[in-house]
């Protein structure tokens, strides 16, 4: 007899901020920097009003442009071992309870149903990494700084942002062999556009009312995230694997080699692959207890 055909392989892109958790994952961490000496104060207070003001109504393209190059010029000679030990030391402090619950439930579903989980954030590899790693992901697409002895020079050497998230969840589709037209995609704001057109199961969260309009319009389904947890409160595989294995795991990221690199500069993409988890471990979750929540995303 013949063998059955193999299904075409899928993934699950995700958005971070707002999608995955409650906050900008950049500006979580600016009080650490100043505990650290990286920032001042007054840096500190623009953080918590630009945080403030991307909870309270999202982020558009200028805000976005704006908001990289202040960081691109505030992280300018930034000693990069030190920006990664920082986020290892607070990430459970800061990131573990802004994680939206439906959010990892959806993450549980998708590996269940044995997809890739891929996380797609404008924030820098430095902090996506580590709650990449978190969050059991598989992949993380981020923004990578250049870097020179060590330290930053303040240049991007790729920004994941718009179109360049789009390009980025291509060019790793055809790597890792994904079939975009099964695959998912989730994102808050209007900016993701790109990235949400090329799959074939975009998903609006929390969505910006531009990103409201666009998916009434296009007959997405639109999701609403409000719960935010600890992953250790939870009782799911995710919190199984916390206490000191998920720190251990965190502090490790920094150096796990999981994000897709875009080198412009040099002409070439690399990727690297982190080691999948062992096990059945993170994908025992019923159907019936994820039911609600899958419903309208072809999850069900």
């Known amino acids: 007899m013949d063998a059955a055909p193999t299904a075409p392989r899928a993934a699950a892109f995700f958005d971070l901020d707002k999608t995955i958790i409650a906050k900008s994952s950049t500006l979580a961490f600016s009080r650490p920097f100043y505990r650290g000496g990286l920032i001042n104060r007054r840096a500190v207070l623009k953080s918590a009003y630009a945080q403030f003001v991307y909870l309270i109504g999202g982020a558009d393209h200028d805000q976005m442009e704006r908001l990289r190059a202040s960081i691109s010029a505030m992280c300018?000679?930034?000693?990069?071992?030190?920006?990664?030990?920082?986020?290892?030391e607070t990430l459970h402090e800061l990131i573990d309870p802004i994680v939206y619950d439906e959010a990892v439930s959806l993450i549980e579903g998708h590996h269940a149903a044995g997809r890739d989980v891929v996380i797609v954030s404008s924030s820098g590899a430095e902090v996506v990494e580590p709650i990449g790693e978190l969050?059991?992901?598989?992949?993380?697409?981020?923004?990578?700084?250049?870097?020179?002895?060590?330290?930053?020079?303040?240049?991007?050497d790729f920004y994941s942002y718009g179109?360049?998230?789009a390009e980025a969840v291509r060019e790793v589709a055809a790597m890792v062999g994904y079939h975009l037209p099964e695959s998912f995609a989730y994102s808050d704001s209007i900016t993701d556009l790109p990235m949400l057109a090329t799959v074939g199961h975009p998903v609006a969260v929390n969505p910006d009312r531009a990103l409201r309009k666009e998916a009434a319009a296009r007959g997405w389904p639109v999701l609403t995230f409000s719960r935010s947890i600890a992953l250790r409160e939870r009782s799911s595989p995710l919190a199984m694997a916390g206490g000191p294995a998920l720190a251990a795991a965190a502090a490790g990221a920094a150096t796990a080699g999981l994000v897709w690199m875009a080198a412009r500069r040099r002409g070439r993409s690399r990727l690297?692959?982190?080691?999948?988890?062992?096990?059945?471990?993170?994908?025992t979750e019923s159907k019936d207890a994820r039911q609600p929540l899958l419903r309208g995303t072809g999850l069900s």
């Open 272 to 283: 690297a692959v982190p080691p999948r988890r062992s096990g059945a471990a993170g994908r």
């Open 135 to 156: 969050l059991g992901a598989d992949r993380v697409i981020a923004t990578r700084m250049v870097v020179q002895d060590g330290r930053y020079t303040g240049e991007i």
């Open 163 to 165: 179109e360049g998230k």
């Open 76 to 88: 300018a000679g930034w000693d990069v071992q030190q920006v990664k030990d920082i986020v290892a």
